[in-house]
């Protein structure tokens, strides 16, 4: 079975998303700009949501974590809940 462990930042806007991306792109460490700005729970531990399943997170969040770099920040990425940026810190085949 597939597992991926990946953390993200959460925010209400995808412009904000983009310029926490900038941030970190140039520079800034994720776990800080998600402690600083997520609106999920998991900004506690710098945005880590652990390891976990396909089909375990919802659709377009799963769409991105299956199937991008590893180590590499995406996103906007829009769910329900918001615009993530998403990184998958590892992933098991």
Known sequence: MVRASARHI?????EQCLAL???IESGS???KVAKE???CPSKMQGGDLGSFGRG????????VVFSADVN????PVKTQFGYHLVEVTS???
Do not use: I, P, W, Y
């Open 29 to 31: 460490d994720f776990a």
């Open 21 to 23: 991306k900038n941030e």
């Open 37 to 39: 700005h997520s609106n």
């Open 91 to 93: 992933r098991t085949e």
């Open 10 to 14: 959460l925010v209400d806007t995808e």
């Open 72 to 75: 590499t920040v995406q996103g």
């Open 56 to 63: 375990q997170m919802v659709k377009e969040f799963d769409d």
